[in-house]
């Protein structure tokens, strides 16, 4: 009778032959990481190369063209600009309140909206495709609807006031309106994705603990208050992250509805805004790089501090 020779697998079990090649071993060992590694590669050389250009040139005097000669000023720049009280840290008031308000907003109605949808309701299909309409348009194209609306002369908004005995507004032309009424524009288009996101981490809760705080006799507001919100607060903290980030580099809107520098007095001037003018505007490709670079800085800041928060929720 012949006997069946059951092939040798090394120890593990990950299936190699003891007299594998010690190379062949270890790839094999780390085949997950190998798969994983051009992609890796590819998306760290999108982000460091920039960065790393940005950095040197934030370093020099480079003004002009990126290709011209520059001198080497070290951290000059960088003192310049943290000495700047006339652009440089208004601008970054403007983008804290802009992001702090809008984020504020957004996240308190895309709560609101997501706990009236999480129980289902005749035509509830068709209000969420209405809810998610903003979502559809670009940034560009809603900041030019809402300049249109906005207009002090010819706007919808105004003609709306007029019918209810109010004097018309100068909402985006005023000097102190400009910020509120960017901030509502942005949160008439971003508070569908806070909902999206709430609402996915609603759908996911257990019925169970809602159950018990009911057989108590719990309140509503008790129920969301002491059982939902900490059960959902991982999720909340993952909309905040996504959500303040996407809002502290918000463009779009803002340049759209204002132009360049931020309108006449600077009235919306962010740091996206201030960088975007020194650099295709006035051609200062080393402050506006050093400017770049804190902007970096305050973005990583904000999310390792946001970061930090979700852990502690998860706790």
Known sequence: ????????????????????????????????????APAM????????????????????????????????????????????????????????AFTVVALLFEVVLGMAVALLLWRPFKGQKWVRVAILMPLVATPVAVGMMWRLIFDPNIGLANQVLGWVGIGPQPWLAGQHSALPTTIFIDVWQWTPMVVLILLAGLTSLSEEPQEAARIDGASSWQRFRHVTLPLLMPTV??????RGIDALKT??????????????????????????????????????STVLILFFLIIIGSMWALTARRKEAKR
Do not use: C
Request: aromatic letters at 14%; a negative charge; charged letters at 20%.
């Open 251 to 288: 463009f779009d809107i803002l340049y759209a509805t204002k132009g360049r520098g931020g309108g006449s007095f600077h009235e919306v001037e962010t740091l996206n805004v201030y960088a975007y003018g020194l650099s295709f505007d006035y051609n200062e490709y080393g402050v506006s």
């Open 1 to 36: 009778m012949a006997t069946v020779t059951t092939p040798r697998r090394a120890p593990g079990g990950a299936g190699v032959m003891p007299d594998t090649p010690g190379w062949a071993r270890w790839a094999n060992d780390h085949r997950k990481w190998l798969f994983a």
């Open 41 to 96: 590669v590819f998306v760290a050389a999108l982000i460091v190369i920039p960065l790393g250009w940005t950095g040197w040139l934030s370093l020099t005097d480079a003004e002009g063209s990126v290709r011209a000669e520059s001198e080497f000023v070290g951290f000059q720049n960088y003192l310049d600009v943290l000495s700047d009280t006339d652009r440089f840290w208004p601008a970054v008031g403007r983008t804290a």
């Open 237 to 242: 903290i993952v909309a905040i992250l996504l």
